[in-house]
């Protein structure tokens, strides 16, 4: 069974950087898929932010694009998330899954992880 | 970018079939797929591609594509369906994923 956990700091700092890794568990990334990452601001909808193939192919949401960086490491399994320029509005829920298809349906999820931006 | 609009919420009597919809411009052509989230938990994939159900997932969901609109289906609804609903497709003109708003199933 494919586990994903996310982790990172749960208290970060406005114009900061947040820096999340995601660990996979149960599924080699260097075997292939999407690796992405989606986001839920307190009371709102889900927000796409992006995804990442091992060997490149990344795709951002434009809103996101010249903030956000999702790169994987297959020597240790785990796809990480970096968002620059933080304000408030980056306070959500960040959650990681993996990309299945050529649809871009999200098949495997993490638990999630709350980030709170503070000013 | 493509937008994709959902009623904020469907209630359903237990026992009854529950419809929530998805909205957008000729989304018929586009693969919808289909998420239930409770509160604290991960997302759940329940139909993808616009009718695939994932194995585990009851038949009781199914889903339909056509037109301008994308339905997912709940019948013989239970009490543990009572969740948020989205729905997403890859928007291939900007080379993004879409969500829609979202949809609150309340179970009366």
């Known amino acids: 069974q494919v586990k994903l956990q996310e982790s990172g700091p749960g208290l970060v700092k406005a114009s900061e950087t947040l820096s999340l890794t995601c660990t996979v568990s149960?599924?080699?990334?260097?075997?292939?898929?999407?690796w992405g990452w989606v986001r839920q601001p307190p009371g709102r909808g889900l927000e796409w932010i992006g995804t990442?193939?091992?060997?490149?192919?990344?795709y951002y949401n434009s809103s996101l694009k010249s903030r956000v960086t999702i790169s994987t490491d297959s020597s240790t399994n785990q796809v990480s998330l970096k968002l620059t320029s933080l304000t408030a509005a980056d306070t959500a829920v960040y959650f990681c899954?993996?990309?299945?298809?050529?649809?871009?349906?999200?098949?495997?999820w993490g638990q999630g992880t709350l980030v709170t931006v503070s000013s | 970018s493509y937008v994709l609009t959902q009623p904020p919420s469907v209630p359903v009597a237990p026992g009854q079939t529950a419809r929530i919809t998805c909205g957008g411009n000729n989304i018929g052509t586009k693969s919808v797929h289909w998420y239930q989230h409770k509160p604290g938990q991960a997302p759940v994939l329940v139909v993808y591609d616009n009718t695939d159900r994932p194995s585990g997932i009851p038949e009781r969901f199914s889903g339909s594509n056509s037109g301008n609109t994308a339905t997912l289906t709940i019948s013989r609804v239970e009490a543990g369906d009572e969740a948020d609903y989205w729905c997403q497709v890859w928007d291939s003109s900007s080379d993004q994923g879409v969500f829609g708003g979202g949809t609150k199933l309340t179970v009366l």
């Open positions: 990442a193939f091992h060997v490149g192919n990344n």
């Open positions: 899954a993996r990309t299945s298809g050529t649809t871009g349906f999200f098949d495997f």
């Open positions: 149960g599924y080699s990334i260097r075997n292939g898929y999407f």
